[in-house]
């Protein structure tokens, strides 16, 4: 069935990096526009970057503009998210989502010294 | 675009109508999901469109409005639909989710 599967969180000191991977399968990737949502503990969603379908075009939410950065590689079916120069305040889960549609389960990514 | 739910939370019970209301900043035309969140798990679309019900998900819910305020209907409430529900704006960048309305048990 179809199926987003996230990876590469982990406890990380701030200031620090860390790539986060969505794999997709049985999904038609490379006609996706891939989002990143992120959810801190006990908090409401909010949305964090897009890539479009052939990744000519990105946005990204003002709080994380300029250190992360949205990428994929559709040969492998992949979206990454490349999270550098953490903050305490990206401690969440974070979710990839397929056209808004088509959610993983989520990776959770914590931050701190 | 600030996206503004109300009520912050809503005290229900099973059969009971529920409407959720959520207003944009500015103008988005039709531009607004809604989405279904239950305790540690992915959020689930709904509707998008404002109106149009994401293939699968019930009758009983349902969506309206344009411009700035729209709401979630659920006409009928069953015991699988306590949950937090959120709106979100894909009518400009960055996309915003209003800040969630759970539905608690009366």
């Known amino acids: 069935q179809v199926q987003l599967v996230e990876s590469g969180g982990g406890v990380v000191q701030p200031g620090r990096s860390l790539r986060l991977s969505c794999a997709a399968s049985a999904f038609t990737f490379s006609n996706s526009g891939m989002h990143w949502v992120r959810q801190a503990p006990g908090k409401g969603l909010e949305w964090v970057a897009v890539?479009?379908?052939?990744?000519?075009?990105?946005y990204y939410a003002d709080s994380v503009k300029g250190r992360f950065t949205i990428s994929r590689d559709n040969s492998r079916n992949t979206l990454y998210l490349q999270m550098n120069s953490l903050r305490v305040e990206d401690t969440a889960v974070y979710y990839c989502?397929?056209?808004?549609?088509?959610w993983g389960k989520g990776t959770t990514v914590t931050v701190s010294s | 675009i600030q996206l503004t739910q109300s009520p912050s939370i809503l005290s229900t019970s099973v059969g009971d109508r529920v409407t959720i209301t959520c207003r944009a900043s500015q103008g988005i035309s039709s531009s607004l999901a809604w989405f279904q969140q239950k305790p540690g798990k992915a959020p689930e679309l709904l509707i998008y469109a404002a109106s149009t019900l994401q293939s699968g998900v019930p009758s009983r819910f349902s969506g309206s409005g344009s411009g700035t305020e729209f709401t979630l209907t659920i006409s009928s409430l069953q015991p699988e639909d306590f949950a937090t529900y959120y709106c979100?704006?894909?009518?400009?960048?960055?996309?915003?989710f209003g800040q969630g309305t759970p539905l608690e048990i009366k």
């Open positions: 989502a397929g056209d808004m549609d088509v």
């Open positions: 979100l704006q894909n009518n400009s960048y960055p996309f915003t």
């Open positions: 890539i479009s379908s052939d990744g000519s075009h990105k």
